[in-house]
């Protein structure tokens, strides 16, 4: 018989596969034994295997010694490395218990995630994972024909994976193993791992709350994002009425392809312009070549999955091949955002010791303060801008400030760019994410220093609304039709309107069909969304008429009430 | 052997990198270093132990320290535990 779990989908559709399950917490606790006469050599083993993760981590530490905070860091995981502590009782077990080293370490992951536990003080808690880290390299290294990766060594084809949580990292490894869907039993809608995957296509039910005991593998599995269940081991009917909605859909999107060939002009004639954005340089060959261009092209993908930072020579090559990939039209790069819920892996870590990282240093904060790594990507921005149509756009701007400082920064990368005799444009545009109220409330003043404005409603929503998106206690809050939101973008388009500025929305509310006519209707002529939202955004701009929508739009804004409002936009 | 009480003044308490500047200080002496917070003891010289005490600001550590430089270790942790780990400048 089949069972329904429910969650909440990041995209719609339907998809089948079968199930595979998982475990990030992948330590196996299996007992093993040794025999007294190879207890020397286990232990010798144990330490080997420790002074060539040490090692690991020392030569990383030189590569990215010019970063004081990121080699700071790298110490204290030397440290966890050397802690006697661990070693002793690892060494103990092998002697007094004749237990595997890798038994040991299980055992002794164990009982330290027990007094990890009961740590009350979140920030110290959350170490708990740089050991988990150490030690799952340990074992790795100890079982020399384990690799590195769960994703890497099992075919994903036709999977759903069924998991606690997924990282941004897993994403576009599940991705790349072309597998079906993902199930997790935590997470949001509008973490970044949730967006990466949607602008992926690849189907993803997240907070589905005890999928990991129902499900087991192999179950076959009917992911329905259009009404946020899991079916678990369907009968035959339920599979043909789904099978034959996954076809229709099919046949629905061939004609919404049709769509994509006309020129996206509203109903009273006025162009609209419908930009794409993009996760990774790889996604460029699925966009459809009737997009405006490159509306958001997040570039902190570049430094994920590595230990080291990518060079100016590597990031050219890549923004060079999405350049060529859109033939003139324009591209907008963002320079490196991370922070908040973006993990980048090991090469940069920001927010470690910060207890809310939303509010710390992130964007163009991390950039400023760490100029090598921002020159290094500004030098191959402006490279790769040579004679192409180039736009840079600056995360997490607050203030007038930062703008200056940013392109005093610009500049110094294009005299050292002449000194090193390279091609370059001088021909660029310069431009601003809006994610912060303050910097929506200058916007008349800021608007004066740049050449364009991209709103990023995601993160404006969360610091308009102080709602985190990612807590699962209060993401029902997150709620972007909130008049102070709603004025803040109306705000942000006059201001660039009266400086003669372009102004594009990029965050998830531009890909979001329900909320198109009321993004048109408070004067926004220009967006950007994940590629796959394109044909049916594009469907309802065509259908618009904006003087008829924007009589309407007062009255949303001065509604109070949520599900009025609610109600007042699907009527626009 | 030398005993003290000593006072976390730093905002985010005893957490990786203030515990991994600790266990640096406490590797340049001989003598044995323990802390202690409520019922939990920890080697100086274990960064995972030191976490493990969980102490956040303002919780107060009994600090033992035995051995031949005992005097000048105790200072430098003082002297640690008083600058905040060198953070809240």
């Not at chain 1, 030189?62 to 009782?89: G, R, S, V, Y």
């Not at chain 1, 392809?257 to 002009?265: D, E, F, M, W």
């Not at chain 1, 998106?469 to 102070?484: K, W």
């Not at chain 1, 796959?532 to 109070?560: T, Y």
Request: hydrophobic share 40%.
């Amino acid at each position: 018989m089949s069972i329904i779990i429910k969650g909440l989908s990041v995209s719609t559709g339907i998809c089948i596969g079968k199930a595979i399950l998982i475990s990030k917490d992948d330590i196996n606790y299996a007992p093993s034994f040794i025999k007294k006469s190879q207890v020397k050599i286990e232990t010798k083993r144990f330490l080997k295997s420790l002074a060539s993760i040490k090692e690991e981590y020392k030569k990383s530490k030189e590569k990215i010694k010019d970063n004081l905070p990121m080699a700071k860091l790298m110490d204290t995981q030397l440290f966890f490395i050397e802690d006697q502590d661990f070693q002793a009782h690892i060494i103990e077990m092998i002697e007094n218990n004749l237990y595997t080293a890798n038994w040991a370490i299980a055992i002794e992951y164990k009982s330290i995630k027990k007094s990890f536990d009961d740590i009350k003080d979140k920030y110290i808690k959350e170490r708990l994972i740089d050991i988990k880290q150490m030690v799952i390299s340990l074992l790795d290294l100890l079982h020399s024909d384990k690799k590195e990766d769960i994703y890497s060594k099992i075919s994903l084809e036709n999977k759903v994976v069924v998991t606690d949580e997924i990282t941004p990292k897993d994403v576009i490894d599940i991705y790349q193993k072309q597998g079906s869907g993902v199930i997790t039993s935590h997470g949001s809608k509008s973490s970044h791992t949730a967006i990466l995957s949607k602008s992926l296509s690849l189907p993803m039910i997240v907070k589905a709350e005890s999928s990991k005991e129902i499900i087991h593998n192999n179950d076959d599995i009917i992911m329905d994002l259009d009404n946020e269940i899991i079916i678990v081991n369907p009968d035959q009917f339920e599979l043909e009425y789904f099978e034959g909605i996954q076809s229709h859909r099919y046949s629905l999107q061939k004609n919404l392809r049709k769509v994509l060939k006309k020129k996206s002009l509203t109903d009273d004639g006025i162009k609209i312009n419908i930009m794409s954005n993009l996760e990774l340089s790889d996604e460029v060959k699925f966009l459809n070549s009737d997009c405006d261009g490159i509306g958001l092209y997040r570039t902190e993908y570049l430094y994920m999955n590595r230990s080291d930072l990518p060079s100016e020579k590597e990031q050219m090559s890549v923004y060079t091949k999405v350049f060529k990939a859109m033939k003139n039209k324009p591209v907008t790069l963002r320079t490196l955002d991370i922070g908040s819920d973006k993990e980048v892996s090991e090469n940069i870590k920001v927010g470690d010791i910060a207890k809310n990282p939303a509010l710390g240093l992130r964007g163009i904060r991390y950039s400023l303060a760490e100029k090598n790594i921002f020159q290094t990507q500004i030098k191959a921005m402006l490279r790769a801008g040579y004679n192409n149509s180039l736009r840079i756009l600056i995360p997490m701007i607050t203030s007038l400030n930062e703008i200056i400082k940013t392109k005093e920064l610009i500049n110094n990368a294009k005299l050292e760019l002449k000194k090193e005799r390279k091609k370059f444009t001088n021909k660029y545009e310069l431009g601003i994410m809006i994610e912060v109220p303050a910097c929506a409330l200058q916007a008349d003043e800021l608007a004066k220093h740049v050449d364009f404005m991209s709103i990023g409603t995601n993160d404006l929503i969360q610091y308009t609304l102080a709602i985190d998106r990612i807590d699962d206690e209060v993401s029902s809050l997150y709620d972007p039709t909130n008049p102070a939101v709603l004025s803040l973008i109306k705000k942000v388009i006059e201001s660039c309107n009266k400086s003669s500025i372009d102004v594009t929305v990029c965050g998830e509310m531009a890909g979001e069909k329900s909320y198109t006519k009321l993004l048109l209707g408070l004067g926004l002529e220009s967006f950007s969304m994940h590629p796959q939202a394109i044909p049916e955004v594009k469907d309802i701009i065509l259908n618009s008429n904006i003087n008829k929508i924007k009589k309407k739009v007062n009255a949303i804004l001065k509604s109070n009430d949520r599900l009025l409002r609610e109600k007042l936009i699907s009527n626009l | 052997m030398i005993t003290k009480d000593l006072q976390v003044l730093n905002k985010l308490g005893l957490h990786a990198r203030a515990a991994a500047k600790l266990v640096f200080i406490a590797n340049k002496f001989v003598s044995d270093i323990t802390l202690v917070k409520d019922d939990k003891q920890a080697d100086a010289r274990s960064i995972m132990k030191i976490l493990m005490l969980s102490a956040s600001r303002d919780s107060i550590i009994n600090i033992t320290v035995e051995g031949n430089d005992e005097i000048q270790a105790m200072i430098s942790i003082e002297k640690l535990f008083q600058n905040k780990f060198d953070e809240d400048l």
